[in-house]
């Protein structure tokens, strides 16, 4: 089990960047895949973005592909989101997550079992 801890979130305008970062405790960190969520008020939690536990595969969802950039350092046991050219509608509550390890980035919530407590992310038009 790890422990997650998101930052970065905050509020910008639209076509802005953000980075949000988020910090694993535990020693198992580099032995996970890592994603990315997000839940907009009112809509069910989706996945962003993913990247196994040694970096080599990622997968993004459509509506990120091409803006959003996930990365991650196993030397300081973070997982890092940069979004670039930012829309309205991606503000969210932005959490992280931590799966088992895999050679294939997985998009389901179930493939998950620690999250974060989440960091908002809003973007004004």
């Known amino acids: 089990q790890v422990q997650l801890v998101e930052s970065g979130g905050g509020l910008v305008q639209a076509g802005g960047s953000l980075r949000l970062s988020c910090a694993a405790s535990?020693?198992?960190?580099?032995?996970?895949?890592m994603g990315w969520f997000r839940q907009a008020p009112g809509k069910e939690r989706e996945f962003v973005a993913g990247?196994?536990?040694?970096?080599?595969?990622?997968d993004y969802a459509d509506s990120v592909k091409g803006r959003f950039t996930i990365s991650r350092d196993n030397a300081k046991n973070t997982v890092y989101l940069q979004m670039n050219s930012l829309k309205p509608e991606d503000t969210a509550v932005y959490y992280c997550?931590?799966?088992?390890?895999?050679?294939?980035?997985?998009?389901?919530?179930?493939?998950?079992?620690?999250w974060g407590q989440g960091t908002q992310v809003t973007v004004s038009s």
């Open positions: 535990g020693r198992t960190f580099s032995s996970r895949n």
């Open positions: 990247i196994t536990w040694g970096g080599g595969r990622t």
């Open positions: 997550a931590a799966g088992a390890a895999g050679i294939v980035v997985g998009r389901g919530d179930s493939r998950y079992a620690d």
